[in-house]
């Protein structure tokens, strides 16, 4: 396994928790960005729909602080990342805490895939990891 996949998905979330969302040097053109669960499953494809994404998120958060439980290499192209998000409701002011998974797929230096799962156990589910894995 390659420890360049594990530091490279570090980087990404080291960026994200000083704010600096508006770098995506490190996506492939065509990534693909899936919410596997939750209220609103769905699918965007390219940087285009990875910003649509970023900018639907924090058009409704405010304060969004993520913290990373765990880095888990689970092959030569997966890394599982185990986050809990912390924010507030812009409108409602309303804290908004949560814990998820999300599977970074990375070939040649570069993200061509993210799959968002708000539901851990269903994470694991499809990966065939245990609960333990938690």
């Known amino acids: 396994m ?10 990404i ?5 000083r704010g600096a969302y508006s770098s995506a040097d490190w996506a492939d053109p065509e990534i693909e960005f899936v919410v596997a669960d939750g209220p609103e499953p769905s699918r965007f494809t390219g ?4 910003a649509e994404v970023m900018r ?3 058009s409704v958060s405010e304060g969004l ?4 439980e765990e880095y888990r290499e689970l092959d030569a192209e ?3 990342v185990l986050p809990r998000w912390n924010s507030r409701g812009k409108i409602s002011g309303v804290p908004v805490v949560g814990t998820g998974a999300e ?10 895939g ?12 499809d990966l065939g990891l245990g609960p333990e894995a938690g």
Not at 13 to 17: L, Q, S
Not at 47 to 50: A, C, S
């Open 2 to 11: 390659s420890s360049a996949n594990l530091d490279l998905v570090r980087s």
């Open 13 to 17: 979330y080291a960026a994200v928790g």
């Open 47 to 50: 940087v285009v729909g990875l």
């Open 56 to 58: 639907n998120i924090l």
């Open 65 to 68: 602080h993520t913290e990373v």
């Open 78 to 80: 997966r890394v599982l």
């Open 103 to 112: 599977v970074f797929v990375i070939r040649d230096g570069k993200v061509t």
């Open 114 to 125: 993210i799959t968002l799962y708000n539901d851990r156990a269903r994470a694991f589910a």
